[in-house]
């Protein structure tokens, strides 16, 4: 299958299940009910180290196809996820050549993905994004979880280790934003929900 070629929510669904869900330990569980009287979510995912998060599939998620319009019904329907289940929830499979960077940096303009990223990390949405490039520090493709402006999760190794992220996650984006009004609160998702 042709990493690049996510024209159907069924291609997407295979690429996601065979390079990200087949190679980690997680429980996965598919069309998973978001609460009463709603939509199921496409993936609810719970890790052996107590981390619990959502993954709602679209195809063609491409950069540098990607519109704000597009982009903004699709956090619609991931906010409404977030809210329901009280868990982060993540879109995907985003394809991208660029850099990690690329993915949530902002500035007085940027692209439509980084302002997903950006704005909706802090209602605790965020992006499955496979970086398709061989960047030379990196060398190879890999997968990250992007939440408020840093992985939530990668696969790359030399992230993982150079970061010390624990099975790949960031401790430090291992939170759900829980903020009232003003205050910035941030509440771990491996404490007792």
Known sequence: MDRNNVSSETAAEQLINREVFEKEDWTVEAQASAGEGREAIDYRVDTPEGLSFGIEVKRDLV???????????????TAAYTRALDLPVFLGPVITTG????TYAGGTSCTALAAYNILGGRINVGTLVFFNYRYSQWKSPFWGMILRGDFFWTSNRKIRERRKFQNGFNPKKTTMVTSSGSKNIRKSLLEER
């Open 63 to 77: 950069t540098g196809y990607m519109t704000m319009r597009q982009m903004a019904e699709y956090f619609e329907q």
């Open 99 to 102: 850099t990690p960077s690329e």
